[in-house]
């Protein structure tokens, strides 16, 4: 993925991947970036800078706090050869630099390098036994991160974390199975978790934010009425708030109800008809109640 505001270098790398069997997507700096990287998940990304933005800094040290993105190399194209940079461009989150005007085949030499060594770093950490799942969980919401191949490696670490005790202790909670990071998704892979859905008794929905593999489950799910699947966790977030706007509407609408229910009927008499003796009680003071109140207004006064 390449990141370009710039119309002109846009048009180069336009023309430098023109050919390739690889996918490639050239899009603008934008607000909504950030989630289309997260949901397609990149072997690599260039990002072009300008030295002028912050947010293109903020943007890339985003990117390296999230557990999809954090590895991902990330090429920075910039418009000078600046030493400032290149001392602060691992702090800053970018993997190596190349400086405009771009060459076809260094590039796409640099580009290959890198995703080289992506790939032997990602292999790296499963031949180093390294938790293929990470649990999230707040506010409500249970997020399952898988990060390896889900036949092999994810689907054998979820027996070990679903245990009863754990199943019980997110009853009230968002289920939501994060799948991005994971290389290949198939019709094994979507049966499998339409399995897994089983296991969380009393739960009407379970989330997966997809990215790229999507289309696995449009074409393979079965259960759609209880798989709920997104591109990317912002639509996941909008999900929740809707749900909780729901619960929280019940919740009115069912105290308004209770209360309604509880509240007295005021009592009516036909014109002519005497009050009845129970609700004059009620509304009259007796001679009982009456004479020591008087009593006590009397000395009240005296005093």
Not at 106 to 116: A, G, R, S, T, V
């Amino acid at each position: 993925m390449a990141i370009e505001n710039d119309p002109i270098a846009s048009s180069e790398l336009e023309l430098i991947f023109q050919g390739l069997r690889q996918r490639v997507v050239i899009t603008k700096f934008t607000q909504t970036v950030k989630e289309y990287v997260k949901s397609s998940n990149p072997d690599i990304i260039l990002m072009g800078l300008s030295f002028k933005d912050k947010k293109e800094l903020e943007f890339v040290l985003e990117l390296r706090k999230d557990v999809i993105t954090q590895s991902i190399p990330i090429l920075a194209l910039i418009p000078k050869d600046d030493d400032t940079f290149k001392q602060n461009m691992k702090p800053l989150g970018f993997t190596d630099f190349m400086v405009k005007p771009l060459f076809k085949q260094p590039l796409l030499d640099k580009i290959h390098n890198l995703i080289e060594e992506y790939k032997f770093g990602e292999n790296s950490k499963t031949r180093d036994n390294v938790s293929f799942v990470i649990v999230d969980r707040s506010h409500g919401k249970v997020f399952f991160q898988c990060r390896a191949n889900l036949k092999r490696y994810v689907f054998p670490e979820f027996k070990r974390i679903f245990t009863p005790n754990f199943l019980k202790s997110i009853v009230g909670e968002y289920i939501c199975f994060d799948i991005r990071a994971v290389p290949d998704v198939g019709k094994e892979e979507v049966e499998v978790f339409e399995r897994i859905v089983k296991i969380f008794i009393g739960k009407d929905k379970i989330s997966i934010v997809s990215g790229r593999h999507m289309g696995a489950f449009v074409e393979h799910a079965q259960e759609d009425e209880r798989i709920i699947v997104f591109m990317a966790p912002n639509e996941f977030d909008e999900y929740v708030k809707v749900e909780e706007h729901k619960k929280e509407d019940a919740r009115k609408k069912e105290k308004k109800e209770k209360f309604e229910e509880k509240a007295p009927v005021a009592a009516t008499t036909a014109p002519g008809e005497e009050t009845p003796p129970s609700e004059a009680m009620a509304t009259e003071p007796s001679s009982q109640e009456v004479e020591p109140a008087a009593e006590a207004l009397e000395e009240n006064q005296e005093t």
